[in-house]
């Protein structure tokens, strides 16, 4: 079974810095992809970032970059100078293979704030 | 016009009353899921569909059933309504041609059970 943790219910971050949210996995596929969502308090889930199990480099889409340690199994999200429509409910999410599909899990979701 | 829409977008309704909700996507992909979304619990997958002929059981199928109509079609019915049933729907699609998964989500449908 797999499984998503997100560690921190919630985080405060000044605008302007960079903020890194935590996720740890659980899997034993080989062969899996890591993603993170953000939900404003409009509620839509809006796809940030991706990174596949054998992908060499940590992945980056402008002001967020994955931090993948695929030994220690985490995916940390690092957002880079913090803005203020930042604020929202983030999710790590996973796909593993389940008969050569993808079957996708969420974490819990962090909340964040930033502060002007 | 959004690629994936879900009708209603709100719902208030009583116990034991049968639900459908209502998801239609225009971008072409075979891949359709529902969501239920509770504070603090995260997203969990109540059920998937590969294709029009292929429907699986998610974490939470209990309580509820789907209906894949057309590659742009799924729906999900709540036979009878239960106050814990009280959640965000959320109709996610991907493309099985990216070994990716992205989900692409639909806005969401807010059912409250009384």
């Known amino acids: 079974a797999q499984k998503i943790t997100q560690t921190q219910p919630g985080m405060f971050v000044q605008e302007k810095e960079a903020v890194t949210l935590d996720c740890t996995y659980d899997t034993s596929d080989p062969s899996y992809g890591l993603f993170w969502y953000k939900q404003p308090s409009s509620g839509e889930m809006i796809f940030l970032i991706y990174?596949?199990?054998?992908?060499?480099q940590n992945a980056t889409e402008g002001r967020y970059s994955l931090n993948f340690q695929k030994a220690r199994k985490s995916a940390n999200l690092v957002i880079s100078a913090s803005q203020l429509g930042d604020s929202a409910m983030y999710f790590c999410?996973?796909?593993?293979?389940?008969?050569?599909?993808?079957?996708?899990?969420f974490g819990r979701g962090t909340s964040l704030i930033v502060h002007p | 016009d959004a690629d994936v829409t879900q009708t209603p977008r709100n719902r208030i309704t009583k116990t034991g009353k049968r639900i459908m909700l209502e998801c239609s996507q225009t971008k072409g992909h075979d891949r359709m899921y529902w969501y239920r979304q509770d504070p603090g619990l995260g997203l969990r997958l109540i059920y998937y569909?590969?294709?029009?002929?292929?429907?699986n059981k998610g974490e939470i199928s209990d309580g509820y059933s789907v209906s894949r109509q057309a590659q742009a079609k799924f729906s999900l019915s709540l036979e009878s309504a239960i106050p814990n049933q009280t959640a965000l729907y959320f109709c996610?699609?991907?493309?099985?041609?990216?070994?990716?998964?992205?989900?692409?989500f639909g806005p969401g449908t807010r059912l409250t059970v009384l």
């Open positions: 990174q596949g199990s054998y992908d060499q």
């Open positions: 999410a996973m796909s593993q293979t389940s008969g050569g599909s993808y079957i996708p899990t």
């Open positions: 569909s590969f294709d029009v002929k292929d429907i």
């Open positions: 996610a699609t991907s493309d099985p041609g990216r070994s990716t998964d992205t989900q692409y």
